[in-house]
T-cell receptor, first 111, second 120 residues
Framework: KQEVTQIPAALSVPEGENLVLNCSFTDSAIYNLQWFRQDPGKGLTSLLL?????REQTSGRLNASLDKSSGRSTLYIAASQPGDSATYLC??????????FGGGTRLMVKP | GAVVSQHPSWVICKSGTSVKIECRSLDFQATTMFWYRQFPKQSLMLMAT?????????EQGVEKDKFLINHASLTLSTLTVTSAHPEDSSFYICSAISWVAGGNSYNEQFFGPGTRLTVL
């Protein structure tokens, strides 16, 4: 059974801090790794997509890395802002383009 | 980026009725769409994979006769919850893949805004 785990489950930080969100997976057969943001009661917004042949992707204050050998991906958020408060989900891409999701990290950035 | 819409955004229905949820890719063609459900404070669980012009593939434990999926065109997939019961109350989210011609075959999934179903 494929498992995707996200640590921590919840995180509360003051504004301005640099953050690292972790995602680990047990099945090494990975096609891509996608990070999403979900606001309460809303759908998912794609943040970054890392193909299996890549090691990292960057977009603005976000940087995501992928280490297939250790089964880990990290999402780095620089200079966090209150507007970053949301749940962050990682999705492991499997055969057939299906995603297996982690449980998410609920982030609260306090002003 | 690619835009996916869902309709309705929320629906309340009586137990025993059927509810249809639409998922549309607005600015791209999607040969494959996925349907997920999400319970409060939980992650997304894949229900089924919908391919245009063919029968949907359901995940283990998902009743295909209860959750009818139709992918009639490259921009529309529908999920019908038949004879809905209170335990079907959930947040239903669809996603679609935007295939990039000549690109990597494993492409980014774009998600709809979700539909909240409440069955009384």
């Amino acid at each position: 059974k494929q498992e995707v785990t996200q640590i921590p489950a919840a995180l509360s930080v003051p504004e301005g801090e640099n953050l690292v969100l972790n995602c680990s997976f047990t099945d090494s057969a990975i096609y891509n790794l996608q990070w999403f943001r979900q606001d309460p009661g809303k759908g998912l917004t794609s943040l970054l997509l890392i193909q299996s042949s890549q090691r990292e992707q960057t977009s603005g204050r976000l940087n995501a890395s992928l280490d297939k050998s250790s089964g880990r991906s990290t999402l780095y958020i620089a200079a966090s802002q209150p507007g970053d408060s949301a749940t962050y989900l990682c999705g492991k891409g499997n055969a057939g383009n299906m995603l297996t999701f982690g449980g998410g990290t609920r982030l609260m950035v306090k002003p | 980026g690619a835009v996916v819409s869902q309709h309705p955004s929320w629906v309340i229905c009586k137990s025993g009725t059927s509810v249809k949820i639409e998922c549309r890719s607005l600015d791209f063609q999607a040969t494959t769409m996925f349907w997920y459900r999400q319970f409060p404070k939980q992650s997304l669980m894949l229900m089924a994979t919908s391919n245009e012009g063919s029968k949907a593939t359901y995940e283990q434990g998902v009743e295909k006769d209860k959750f009818l999926i139709n992918h009639a065109s490259l921009t529309l997939s529908t999920l019908t919850v038949t004879s809905a019961h209170p335990e079907d109350s959930s947040f239903y989210i669809c996603s679609a893949i935007s295939w990039v011609a000549g690109g990597n075959s494993y492409n980014e999934q774009f998600f709809g805004p979700g539909t909240r179903l409440t069955v009384l």
